[in-house]
């Protein structure tokens, strides 16, 4: 399991050392515990919602607002800043840049939300529906090596991306349960779905974990910075335009606040 980086070093207490190192092992060993648990619980209740209840327009209109305002505040207060303690602004600008490209190539590749919210024939929604979710699968793998290399750096900066993650999967895990829901009446085929896009989310997280315990501090800080072009892409080409199209302006720019209120707050207790 990795061992994020700390800031400056303190002195140790030579009398027991095997004490404090296994005591910080433990700790490091339960948040990571904890940041699965996050990356699950967000898909988890969007599968929940999808089967038993139909989200009113409002609902998922702040979801989708609060969502875009945890990633953005994230990638410009926690991730830019940590990763230029150790990058020049012009490899901040490379990295930034490779990971909102990998995005949209990623895009243009693979369906995503506006394939079923622009699907017209009812005919196509068991074929819509399986591209959606091949889609999002693919979409979550990168967003799991998000976590993994915040993860790597610092511990609580994992916590806090983890946090953001599992905020926008589940309106992201709600869309493909509820069409599959829909098109094969299973409720037990929906919740595999849903498993089933949760998936590449915990599988990009363990790469990007063991990667950055095996690589320099310099090439974590680079990976902060490709990971704040990604979600900065996410919140600008899903997020955003997904909450103001339900016609709820005021909601998606208050729930849009709301989620940087959050981040900012979460600075007292993180």
Not at 96 to 121: K, R, S
Request: with cysteine; net charge negative.
């Amino acid at each position: 399991m990795t061992t994020p980086r700390t800031g400056a070093g303190h002195d140790i207490n030579p009398i027991a050392p095997c004490v404090i190192t296994g005591g910080r092992d433990r700790l490091m060993e339960s948040l990571f515990v904890t940041l699965i648990v996050i990356l699950i619980l967000g898909p988890l209740v969007g599968s929940i919602l999808g089967i038993l209840v139909h989200p009113t327009s409002g609902l998922l209109c702040a979801g989708f607002g609060f969502a875009a305002g945890v990633m953005i505040s994230i990638s410009f207060l926690d991730l830019i800043p940590e990763s230029m303690r150790l990058l020049s602004v012009s490899w901040i600008l490379v990295a930034f840049t490779l990971g909102f490209a990998i995005m949209f190539a990623l895009d243009q590749l693979l369906p995503h939300f506006h394939t079923v919210a622009n699907t017209d024939e009812k005919a196509n929604l068991k074929r819509t529906t399986l591209t959606l979710i091949v889609g999002i699968s693919l979409h979550n793998l990168p967003e799991g090596f998000a976590v993994g290399a915040a993860f790597g750096s610092m511990a609580d900066l994992g916590l806090i991306v983890a946090i953001a993650i599992a905020f926008h999967d589940i309106p992201e895990t709600l869309v493909p349960v509820a069409s599959s829901l829909a098109t094969s009446g299973s409720r037990t085929k929906a919740l595999k779905m849903g498993g089933l896009v949760t998936a590449p989310t915990l599988l990009g997280f363990a790469i990007a974990a063991v990667f950055t315990e095996h690589i320099s501090d310099v090439a974590v800080a680079f990976s902060l910075a490709m990971t704040a072009g990604i979600m900065i892409y996410i919140s600008g080409d899903e997020l955003i335009p997904a909450s103001n199209s339900f016609g709820f302006t005021h909601i998606a720019t208050f729930s849009l606040a709301m989620g940087i209120l959050f981040v900012i707050s979460m600075r007292y207790f993180i």
